[in-house]
């Protein structure tokens, strides 16, 4: 998102530029700091933080598209990385929910 958001419109538009980053920062963050947290309950509470931000970040991709400060071609990336994400955080919760230990090996 960064590389995106240091060109053309982002550029004059610094309050949409550090939200944007801020969420794609945020999912990273939140998965991280979760990880290290004490069990699984606690790690699958930040996995579902960082699923929304996952969400916040493409949601504010269409934004990004509809103000032409990306195009079609940048947006489908942002939805396709997003959707892989998302589903990837999502098959991690479940393995969580099913696993009795923290998840190291």
Known sequence: MKKLTLKGPFLKDFKFSSQITSAAGSTMDNIAEGFERDGNKEFINFLYIAKGSNGEVRS??????????ISSEEHEEILILTEKLKFKLQGLIRTLKNSGGKGYK
């Open 60 to 69: 504010q991709s269409y934004r990004a598209l509809d103000w032409n400060y």
